[in-house]
């Protein structure tokens, strides 16, 4: 715990001006980010009297090591970069909501030549038209389906698409007419394109004029008695007013605006959020989150409004969004939003009639997630804290272990053999430091020299990072680690490098208080044999073994045995499990790319386009084997000297075996790359072993 005089700044260092400050922990890691209108006066009251500070501000100031600020010129700035520093070092002790679900949005991808009508979730993509968010993903099917008769948007997957398109036959829906079908040619690219604009403005609440111009258009052909269109258009209004209906009108001047409601106590805070489109609810969503700091609900708003519209623009960012309770100051996060709209945005709290009421009902949905969020928390952090405890008493721990890794070998029947490394920090999953490894000092299957070599290059990357950042003296093991200034030892990366002088996390920079292998006592003693060679005595070490989950902890004859109903198990169970998830996946991975592989990913110096480019002009592999030289050199990009390796290399493979359909006991003729073919176009059906043969481990 460090003492905060031991890094406060004098008075007369700090500017007095807008800013936003910075404070790291020893490791130079950023732990909290925040703004201010004067940095002088708001770094001032971090360094008071230690008993006057509320106990999160207390626990933030001590576990800081230094602090550092950035002068800005407008208290707007300092919100923007705020807010872009918070998305980009995720600072523990800042306010963060957590979405209690991956909600799904109804998405145009307008971006494309022919724009599909998809359910989407995660991250947003550029030139793609949201509407949203829902509760369910049936909600959103269910409305669809009764718009795809008005609006016959396509909906296929891109090889639904691409296949319909090379045999000239629609799918079921351009036959029922629920698709324009421009897959063959029905509709032309930009009429495809208007339908889809004409679908997107009807989501977007601009209802009024489409109806009345069906209506209108219903009425013409009624007095041209061409009945049978007047009926479509009639039950084609019937299906637009059945789609309206499930969004009951809640503001009746047809209102573009996000109500935004606050639930909160002294450790937690709900947001709910009602997106209204032209009077309709067209999305809910909601956030929970805990007050790692002192914050009021004005300061709660201002971060669910960064979060709701941080990396939107447009008409994304609503006309009017109505709050509990304004930021202070309001005017910069006003102005914030303007230049995120391109226009005025009124941010305000509503005083009375329908948009006071239906602030109530947020009101009310914040409350009860909130109440439900607690049932479900209070056990989860009290069972956390004493899964901990348990573990930290059963290996004699000093204290319980706040970050806890866990390693696990995959492989199958000896080939791909691969490692994970999962992190979890106080019982819960850190995804982002995941790590995964290929073994590559040796051949074949050797579970425990597997974790050896793994847990020796994971912590000599630690032990470089410490010698680097000067927190270690001794650099004789360190330089080990690095070659001409690049991991030496293969692993391979889930996350980009990043920079410690930044203060984001560096790759293997932090060390566990625990070690958790998957085996028994010969790959806990392979983990400790490591540490122990690195140097490194301060790291505990144990060991999970599946059969009748013991915990083996290194030089004991007999493990430790945790009582089936012990939270500590359970914890360690979950850790376990999820490293042996994280490694298969990757080992799965390697292995599906390995059967992939065909005969021209041999040949030296082709690449992916130039094999793309063969198979596209020759159909196949089979036909590019039968071909000649001077044939091969046709296709662009092929000089002779390429021609000739690939003919060398084809002759060289083995045709592979032709694959069987299971169910007709036909064979398969390889006519194309779209059979069972990868990228070669080779089918890969035979030959591709039974996982049923090998264990993976």
């Given at each position: 715990?460090?003492?905060?005089?031991?890094?406060?700044?004098?008075?007369?260092?700090?500017?007095d001006?807008?800013?936003?400050?910075?404070?790291?922990?020893?490791?130079?890691?950023?732990?909290?980010?925040?703004?201010?209108?004067?940095l002088?006066?708001?770094?001032?009251?971090?360094?008071?009297?230690?008993?006057?500070?509320?106990?999160?501000?207390?626990?933030?100031?001590?576990?800081?090591?230094?602090?550092?600020?950035?002068?800005?010129?407008?208290?707007?700035?300092?919100?923007?970069?705020?807010?872009?520093?918070i998305?980009?070092?995720?600072?523990?002790?800042?306010?963060?909501?957590?979405?209690?679900?991956?909600?799904?949005?109804?998405?145009?991808?307008?971006?494309?030549?022919?724009?599909?009508?998809?359910?989407?979730?995660?991250?947003?993509?550029?030139?793609?038209?949201?509407?949203g968010?829902?509760?369910?993903?049936?909600?959103?099917?269910?409305?669809?389906?009764?718009?795809?008769?008005?609006?016959?948007?396509?909906?296929?997957?891109?090889g639904?698409?691409?296949?319909?398109?090379?045999?000239?036959?629609?799918?079921?829906?351009?036959?029922?007419?629920?698709?324009?079908?421009?897959?063959?040619?029905?509709?032309?690219?930009?009429?495809?394109?208007?339908?889809?604009?004409?679908?997107?403005?009807?989501?977007?609440?601009?209802?009024?004029?489409?109806?009345?111009?069906?209506?209108?258009?219903?009425?013409?052909?009624?007095?041209?008695?061409?009945?049978?269109?007047?009926?479509?258009?009639?039950?084609?209004?019937?299906?637009?007013k059945?789609?309206?209906?499930?969004?009951?009108?809640?503001?009746?001047?047809?209102?573009?605006?996000?109500?935004?409601?606050?639930?909160?106590?002294?450790?937690?805070?709900?947001?709910?959020?009602?997106?209204?489109?032209?009077?309709?609810?067209?999305?809910?969503?909601?956030?929970?989150t805990?007050?790692?700091?002192?914050?009021?609900?004005?300061?709660?708003?201002e971060?669910?409004?960064?979060?709701?519209?941080?990396?939107?623009?447009?008409?994304?960012?609503?006309?009017?969004?109505?709050?509990?309770?304004?930021?202070?100051?309001?005017?910069?996060?006003?102005?914030?939003?303007?230049?995120?709209?391109?226009s005025?945005?009124?941010?305000?709290?509503p005083?009375?009639?329908?948009?006071?009421?239906?602030?109530?009902?947020?009101?009310?949905?914040?409350?009860?997630?909130?109440?439900?969020?607690?049932?479900?928390?209070?056990?989860?952090l009290?069972?956390?804290?004493?899964?901990?405890?348990?573990?930290?008493?059963?290996?004699?721990?000093?204290?319980?272990?706040?970050?806890?890794?866990?390693?696990?070998?995959?492989?199958?029947?000896?080939?791909d053999?691969?490692?994970?490394?999962?992190?979890?920090?106080?019982?819960?999953?850190?995804?982002?430091?995941?790590?995964?490894?290929?073994?590559?000092?040796?051949?074949?299957?050797?579970?425990?020299?597997?974790?050896?070599?793994?847990?020796?290059?994971?912590?000599?990357?630690?032990?470089?990072?410490?010698?680097?950042?000067?927190?270690?003296?001794?650099?004789?093991?360190?330089?080990?680690?690095?070659?001409?200034?690049?991991?030496?030892?293969?692993?391979?990366?889930?996350?980009?490098?990043?920079?410690?002088?930044?203060?984001?996390?560096?790759?293997?920079?932090?060390?566990?208080?625990?070690?958790?292998?998957?085996?028994?006592?010969?790959?806990?003693?392979?983990?400790?044999?490591?540490?122990?060679?690195?140097?490194?005595?301060?790291?505990?070490?144990?060991?999970?073994?599946?059969?009748?989950?013991?915990?083996?902890?290194?030089?004991?004859?007999?493990?430790?045995?945790?009582?089936?109903?012990?939270?500590?198990?359970?914890?360690?169970?979950?850790?376990?499990?999820?490293?042996?998830?994280?490694?298969?996946?990757?080992?799965?991975?390697?292995?599906?790319?390995?059967?992939r592989?065909?005969?021209?990913?041999?040949?030296?110096?082709?690449?992916?386009?130039?094999?793309?480019?063969?198979?596209?002009?020759?159909?196949?592999?089979?036909?590019?084997?039968?071909?000649?030289?001077?044939?091969?050199?046709?296709?662009?990009?092929?000089?002779?000297?390429?021609?000739?390796?690939?003919?060398?290399?084809?002759?060289?493979?083995?045709?592979?075996?032709?694959?069987?359909?299971?169910?007709t006991?036909?064979?398969?003729?390889?006519?194309?790359?779209?059979?069972?073919?990868?990228?070669?176009?080779?089918?890969?059906t035979?030959?591709?072993?039974?996982?049923?043969?090998?264990?993976?481990?």
């Open positions: 715990m460090a003492d905060p005089s031991s890094y406060r700044p004098s008075p007369g260092e700090i500017p001006s807008p800013g936003v400050y910075r404070f790291r922990d020893e490791h130079r890691r950023v732990i909290y980010v925040g703004k201010a209108k004067s002088r006066q708001r770094l001032a009251n971090y360094f008071q009297d230690l008993a006057n500070l509320h106990p999160r501000t207390r626990t933030m100031v001590t576990t800081a090591a230094s602090v550092e600020w950035t002068v800005v010129s407008t208290e707007v700035e300092a919100l923007q970069l705020e807010y872009s520093w998305k980009e070092y995720d600072p523990r002790f800042n306010v963060k909501y957590r979405d209690d679900k991956s909600y799904p949005y109804l998405a145009v991808t307008m971006n494309e030549q022919f724009p599909r009508v998809q359910v989407m979730r995660g991250h947003k993509k550029k030139g793609v038209r949201y509407f968010p829902y509760a369910h993903a049936w909600a959103i099917r269910d409305t669809v389906d009764l718009l795809l008769r008005v609006f016959p948007v396509r909906t296929c997957s891109a639904v698409f691409k296949n319909a398109a090379r045999t000239g036959r629609p799918c079921l829906l351009g036959y029922i007419g629920k698709c324009s079908a421009p897959c063959v040619g029905r509709i032309s690219p930009e009429d495809h394109q208007d339908l889809a604009e004409d679908f997107c403005d009807f989501m977007a609440g601009r209802t009024g004029a489409y109806l009345r111009r069906l209506e209108k258009r219903m009425m013409e052909a009624a007095e041209e008695m061409e009945y049978e269109r007047a009926g479509r258009l009639r039950d084609d209004i019937e299906a637009l059945k789609a309206m209906e499930k969004n009951a009108v809640v503001l009746a001047d047809a209102t573009d605006a996000d109500l935004i409601a606050v639930a909160e106590d002294e450790l937690e805070a709900a947001v709910q959020i009602f997106h209204v489109r032209g009077g309709r609810v067209r999305g809910q969503r909601g956030w929970v805990d007050k790692v700091e002192e914050v009021t609900t004005g300061a709660l708003v971060h669910a409004l960064q979060q709701l519209y941080g990396e939107e623009s447009g008409d994304a960012v609503p006309r009017e969004v109505l709050v509990p309770a304004l930021p202070e100051p309001v005017e910069p996060v006003q102005e914030w939003l303007a230049g995120r709209r391109g005025n945005v009124s941010l305000r709290i005083q009375r009639g329908d948009k006071k009421a239906l602030m109530e009902t947020v009101q009310r949905n914040a409350q009860q997630a909130l109440a439900l969020h607690k049932t479900k928390r209070a056990s989860d009290t069972t956390r804290s004493r899964a901990l405890e348990e573990i930290a008493d059963a290996l004699e721990l000093d204290s319980a272990p706040l970050r806890i890794e866990c390693y696990d070998i995959s492989h199958l029947q000896g080939d053999v691969v490692a994970s490394m999962v992190v979890f920090e106080d019982g819960l999953q850190r995804k982002s430091e995941y790590r995964r490894f290929q073994i590559k000092g040796f051949a074949g299957q050797d579970d425990v020299r597997s974790m050896h070599e793994v847990i020796t290059r994971r912590f000599r990357r630690y032990l470089a990072e410490k010698e680097r950042t000067g927190e270690w003296a001794d650099g004789t093991v360190a330089e080990e680690a690095l070659v001409d200034g690049a991991p030496a030892d293969g692993t391979e990366e889930i996350t980009n490098s990043l920079k410690d002088d930044d203060g984001r996390p560096r790759k293997f920079a932090y060390p566990p208080q625990l070690v958790v292998v998957d085996g028994g006592r010969p790959q806990v003693a392979a983990a400790r044999r490591a540490l122990d060679e690195l140097g490194i005595d301060d790291i505990a070490v144990c060991g999970l073994a599946k059969r009748l989950e013991e915990v083996w902890v290194p030089g004991e004859d007999d493990p430790v045995v945790l009582p089936r109903t012990s939270e500590g198990l359970y914890l360690l169970q979950r850790i376990r499990d999820e490293a042996h998830r994280f490694a298969i996946t990757y080992q799965r991975t390697k292995r599906a790319k390995r059967f592989a065909g005969p021209l990913d041999e040949v030296p110096g082709l690449g992916e386009t130039r094999k793309q480019a063969l198979i596209k002009h020759f159909g196949s592999v089979k036909k590019l084997r039968s071909a000649t030289i001077e044939q091969i050199q046709e296709v662009p990009g092929i000089g002779r000297k390429t021609a000739e390796t690939i003919a060398v290399a084809l002759a060289q493979a083995a045709p592979a075996a032709p694959a069987v359909n299971t169910a006991g036909e064979i398969i003729e390889d006519e194309g790359p779209g059979t069972t073919g990868g990228s070669s176009g080779e089918p890969v035979a030959g591709v072993p039974d996982e049923r043969r090998g264990q993976e481990t």
